[in-house]
C-alpha cells in the first residue's frame, strides 16, 4: 500500500518521461540554435541579421519538433488502440485460452504454475482486459500517449533552450557576442546534463562532459563555417 501522498508509480512514471523529455527538447534547441547563431556570427556582425537566422532557427526547429514528435507518438497511440482491440476480441472469442496465457505470463515471472492460474483466474474475473493489457502488451488502457500533449512539451522546451544563444548573442557588444554566447550555451548544457543524469539516474559528469562537447564542436565547426562563407562572399 502506498503511503499518504505518495504518487501512484505509473503517474511518477509518466511525469519523469515528459520532464525526461522537456530536457531533451531544451538540450536540442540550445545546440541548434547556437550552432546557427555563432555560424551567422562568423560571416557577419550585424546584429539584425544574426537575430533574424536565430529566431527563424528558433521558430523553425521548435515547430520541427513539435509536429515530428506529434506524428510519432500519434502512430504510437494508434498501434497501442490497435493492439487494445485485438485483445478484446480474443478475451471475446478465445476467453480460455486467454486466462491461461495469463498464467503463463505470471508463471514466467517466478509464480508456480498453481498460484499463477489462481492469480489469473482472480484478475480476470475482476478485470480481464485491464490485467491482459498491462501484464501482456505493458499498457495501461485508461493512460495512453498524448500525441498534443508530447508535440507542446517538445514545442515549448526546444523554444526555451533556444532562447540562450539567441540572447545571448544578440544582446552584448560585437567584440563579446561570441564568447557571450559559447559561455551562455555551455552554463545551459551543463544544466540540461546535470537534469538528464538525475532523471535517467546516470553520472552526472559523464552526462554533462557529453553535452559539453557536443555543444562546443558545433559552435567551433559552424563558427569556422561562418568565417569561411563571410571571408569567400566578402
Known amino acids: 500500500m502506498a503511503h499518504p501522498g505518495e504518487p501512484h508509480h505509473d503517474d511518477l512514471a509518466g511525469r519523469l518521461n515528459w520532464l525526461r523529455a522537456g530536457v531533451l527538447g531544451a538540450n536540442d534547441g540550445i545546440v541548434s540554435t547556437a550552432g546557427l547563431v555563432v555560424g551567422v556570427a562568423g560571416a557577419t556582425t550585424d546584429r539584425t541579421t544574426i537575430l533574424a537566422a536565430g529566431v527563424a532557427g528558433l521558430v523553425a526547429g521548435a515547430l520541427s519538433m513539435a509536429g515530428g514528435e506529434y506524428v510519432s507518438v500519434s502512430t504510437q497511440r494508434d498501434t497501442e488502440r490497435a493492439a487494445l482491440a485485438l485483445e478484446r476480441r480474443e478475451l471475446r472469442e ?114 554533462v562532459l557529453r553535452n559539453v562537447v557536443v555543444g562546443a564542436l558545433t559552435m567551433v565547426v559552424t563558427y569556422y563555417t561562418g568565417v569561411l562563407f563571410g571571408v569567400t562572399v566578402g
Open 94 to 207: 478465445m476467453p480460455v485460452e486467454e486466462e491461461r496465457e495469463l498464467a503463463e505470463i505470471y508463471q514466467d515471472k517466478g509464480l508456480s504454475a498453481e498460484l499463477a492460474a489462481r492469480v489469473a483466474r482472480e484478475l480476470t474475473s475482476k478485470d480481464a482486459f485491464r490485467a491482459h493489457a498491462e501484464a501482456e502488451l505493458q499498457i495501461d488502457p485508461d493512460n495512453l500517449t498524448s500525441p498534443w500533449q508530447a508535440a507542446w512539451a517538445s514545442l515549448v522546451s526546444f523554444a526555451l533552450g533556444a532562447l540562450v544563444p539567441v540572447v545571448a548573442i544578440t544582446a552584448p557588444p560585437t567584440a563579446w557576442r561570441v564568447w557571450t554566447c559559447v559561455v551562455a550555451v555551455l552554463t545551459g548544457l551543463v544544466v540540461t546534463g546535470l537534469v538528464s543524469a538525475r532523471l535517467g539516474g546516470g553520472e552526472p559528469r559523464r552526462a
